[in-house]
């Protein structure tokens, strides 16, 4: 599986943006997804997940109320609505496909990784 994530932009503190995950190569519809995010300097961080139906998600604390991750087996995508962004949430934004269908925060069970998008909240 090929991923490729998109949507990233600058936007001002307490905007909104709609990042996407599209799959090439193969589907991802049997998996879970996640999405991860590395900020300058820092460690790669869990952002949020969702399991292969869409079904079940979980959210770091961090997003929780904010960010809304969700999918469409029949485009072979995953969106990632990103709302009430902080500067703190600037970072590249990691979209991956799990080993299994379920979801998870962790990254080691993730097996395939796209190219990150650019997230920029200004303050």
């Given at each position: 599986?090929?991923?490729?994530?998109?949507?990233?932009?600058?936007?001002?503190?307490?905007?909104?943006?709609?990042?996407?995950?599209?799959?090439?190569?193969?589907?991802?519809?049997?998996?879970?997804?996640?999405?991860?995010?590395?900020?300058?300097?820092?460690?790669?961080?869990?952002v949020?997940?969702?399991?292969?139906?869409?079904?079940?998600?979980?959210?770091?604390?961090?997003?929780?109320?904010?960010?809304?991750?969700?999918?469409?087996?029949?485009?072979?995508?995953?969106?990632?609505?990103?709302?009430?962004?902080?500067?703190?949430?600037?970072?590249?934004?990691?979209?991956?496909?799990?080993r299994?269908?379920t979801?998870?925060?962790?990254?080691?069970n993730?097996?395939?990784?796209?190219?990150?998008?650019?997230?920029?909240?200004?303050?």
């Open positions: 599986v090929q991923l490729q994530a998109s949507g990233g932009g600058l936007v001002q503190a307490g905007g909104s943006l709609r990042l996407s995950c599209a799959a090439s190569r193969r589907t991802f519809s049997n998996n879970g997804v996640g999405w991860f995010r590395r900020a300058p300097g820092k460690e790669r961080e869990f949020a997940a969702i399991n292969w139906n869409g079904g079940s998600t979980t959210y770091a604390d961090s997003v929780k109320g904010r960010f809304t991750i969700s999918r469409d087996n029949a485009k072979n995508s995953v969106t990632l609505q990103l709302n009430s962004l902080r500067p703190e949430d600037t970072a590249v934004y990691y979209c991956a496909a799990a299994g269908a979801y998870s925060s962790t990254s080691t993730y097996q395939y990784w796209g190219r990150g998008t650019q997230v920029t909240v200004s303050s």
